[in-house]
């Protein structure tokens, strides 16, 4: 299946959840009252439950809200409902790795400035052990420039747009280095690959 439709797909099967989440939201009180059933047990419990449908949906939507766009050499990135933005400058990117598929695929962005950006992260040892192929990556191109300070951020959150964000990425951050995992979901982002 192509990405567009992918996401397609993904956008209406969301847009289902929240429909049946808010159906269940709204019916069951209303239910609830016409049986007559309005003891303290059925009431906490009702209650209950309509905490687990807001918590429910306030999950999903989190982990599909995804805005992105490049002007000026700046990457800004705005993830979950809060819109929490992450700011990259295109020319300081030195590599982008890619891990997992799907919805469940994540970013790793590393750059050598870290722009009063409070996603990114020095790299550290667990850094390493966390993403091992990135620190292969990494070592190499540590040996050409010793002296400089790398720092890393992970996308997550947007579901399937996060091709649409590689391949946005992959267009602007010319100097930096792309793994082979990487590579293969640009691919996919521009429709030679499908998932």
Request: with cysteine; hydrophobic share 45%.
């Amino acid at each position: 299946m192509h990405i567009s439709k992918a996401v397609k797909k993904q956008k209406k099967s969301y847009r289902l959840f929240l429909l049946s989440m808010l159906f269940l939201f709204f019916a069951l009180p209303i239910i609830v009252f016409l049986l007559g059933k309005t003891t303290i047990f059925y009431t906490s419990y009702l209650a209950f439950l309509e905490v687990f449908i807001l918590i429910a949906i306030f999950a999903v939507a989190n982990s599909i809200a995804i805005d992105f766009q490049c002007s000026n050499n700046k990457l800004r990135i705005r993830t979950g409902i809060l819109k929490s933005e992450n700011v990259i400058l295109c020319d300081k990117v030195v590599l982008v790795h890619t891990e997992g598929k799907d919805e469940n695929m994540e970013m790793i962005i590393v750059t050598t400035v870290k722009l009063r950006n409070k996603f990114m992260k020095p790299i550290t040892k667990s850094f390493f052990k966390k993403y091992p192929y990135v620190a292969n990556e990494y070592r190499k191109i540590k040996i050409l420039k010793p002296e400089e300070l790398y720092y890393f951020t992970i996308i997550k959150h947007g579901g399937l747009l996060k091709y649409q964000l590689l391949d946005l990425v992959y267009r602007n951050c010319v100097k930096a280095v792309y793994t082979d995992l990487s590579i293969e979901n640009v691919k996919i982002a521009r429709g030679q690959l499908e998932i």
